[in-house]
């Protein structure tokens, strides 16, 4: 049995997140679901966690049957406005014949502007896994052609919901992603088995002058990662700048908020994070936190990104 969502405030919220934008598609839900509340150290520590309940919205290109979808995972603003990356990523993917479900990990757990430490990247991979599992029962899913996209806070969910630990944690034996695919999301961090992945492929997309979340780790991570044998690809975008995809921000804009980019932390035995280097706790008060970041559009680079996850993407649900 299908449930609209329950809570009036997620409808509302979804709802003018996409009521000024141009989609293509046959038909729209907003669906509920329920996942988990916790800090990182508890995610990481596999404890359960208090229940909380989210919302998506669901576009399917076509409603007389089934369709590939991709769960898209907004960044630290949110599921956002016009010109937001969710909602044009929405609008080619459902152009290119793929559903979308934007997740909005950030309202049913009351979160906005400075409280978004209450919830880590890396613990909103049980919000994709709680989603996949969700979608996987739709009537209008192809539940064995079901991705997931993440945006820099939201890259987290899409790139560590490839790790073999957190599948056995939160995900259930029978259900797996088709594919993972990260946009311009961290990868300062170490985490225990994080070389260990699904067999599906992984694709990181990443702008060469990011400032706010550098290219750097990711080319790191990357490369670890084909050491060990993964399936992943990292594509680069010359002269892109952090939301390199996200139309509203034509003009650069210049922040003062707080960037991990010189920091590297990792995992140790009891779920906490340290600094790499100096062992101490996890802590925005680190020296290794910088402030002052770019954020810029860059068509060029968008185009491309666009191309090229439609083209990975159909050659993960249609292989040859």
Excluded at 37 to 51: I, Q
Excluded at 174 to 193: K, M, N
Excluded at 236 to 260: I, K, M, N, Q
Excluded at 274 to 285: D, I, L, R
Aim: one cysteine or more; aromatic letters at 10%.
């Amino acid at each position: 049995m299908w449930k609209q969502a329950s809570s009036v405030f997620l409808f509302l919220t979804l709802l003018a997140s996409v009521a000024n934008a141009q989609f293509v598609f046959a038909r729209q839900e907003v669906l509920s679901f329920e996942s988990l509340m916790m800090p990182a150290k508890d995610f990481l520590a596999g404890n359960k966690g208090e229940p909380v309940t989210l919302a998506g919205y669901l576009r399917l290109p076509k409603s007389d049957g089934r369709n590939p979808v991709v769960i898209l995972f907004h960044g630290a603003g949110g599921v956002g406005g016009e010109g937001s990356p969710v909602n044009d990523w929405s609008r080619v993917l459902n152009g290119a014949g793929i559903a979308t479900f934007a997740v909005d990990s950030f309202s049913g757990r009351g979160v906005a502007g400075r409280n978004l430490g209450r919830v880590s990247p890396v613990s909103r991979v049980a919000d994709a896994y709680r989603a996949l599992e969700l979608l996987s029962k739709h009537p209008l899913i192809e539940a064995d052609k079901i991705a997931v996209m993440g945006f820099s806070h939201g890259g987290g969910a899409a790139l560590y919901s490839s790790l073999v630990r957190f599948a056995k944690q939160i995900g259930k034996p029978d259900l797996q992603f088709a594919a993972h695919i990260s946009v311009y999301g961290a990868c300062d961090t170490t985490y225990r088995q994080d070389e260990v992945l699904t067999p599906r492929p992984v694709l990181l997309l990443h702008g060469i002058a990011d400032n706010f979340v550098p290219i750097a780790p990711c080319r790191e991570y990357a490369a670890r990662l084909s050491q060990a044998g993964m399936n992943v690809r990292l594509i680069e975008y010359p002269d892109a700048h952090h939301v390199f995809d996200g139309p509203v921000f034509r003009e650069p804009v210049r922040l003062e908020g707080p960037t991990s980019r010189n920091c590297r932390f990792t995992e140790i035995e009891d779920g906490s994070l340290v600094n790499a280097v100096t062992k101490q706790p996890y802590s925005f008060s680190d020296p290794c936190f910088e402030k002052g970041v770019t954020v810029q559009y860059n068509e060029a680079a968008a185009k491309k990104a666009h191309q090229d996850v439609t083209a990975f993407l159909k050659d993960v649900f249609y292989p040859k």
